[in-house]
């Protein structure tokens, strides 16, 4: 039986895209959630790639978009901290026009 396409894009989640192993529950981590987009860091235990995604829902449903990364684990926290926000970006406009 061909699988249709929504069954592989969640095949996507559920296994590495590298090996095709699948992937262990304690190897996926959320980094955040926050305005109905979640960030997720998935790495694999057999071949030790990472992949990130963000899952978005929105008026027309559930969107993902993932990547594969060389981000490690140990990497996650300096990410989380250094997220640029809105107002940053607002922030350093007008820094900018003022020079």
Known sequence: MKKS??????QII??????DFK??????????????MITVYLSCQKCRSS??????????GITSV???TDITESDLKNIKSSYIEYD?????HQFLERR
Do not use: F, H, Q, R
């Open 14 to 19: 559920t296994n590495c895209p590298m090996c």
């Open 51 to 60: 992949m990130m995604m963000v899952i978005m829902t929105g008026i027309l």
């Open 66 to 68: 993932s990547m594969m």
């Open 88 to 92: 940053d970006v607002l922030e350093m």
């Open 23 to 36: 992937y262990d529950k304690k190897n996926v981590k959320m980094i955040d959630k926050k305005d109905g």
């Open 5 to 10: 396409n929504s069954m592989a894009s969640l």
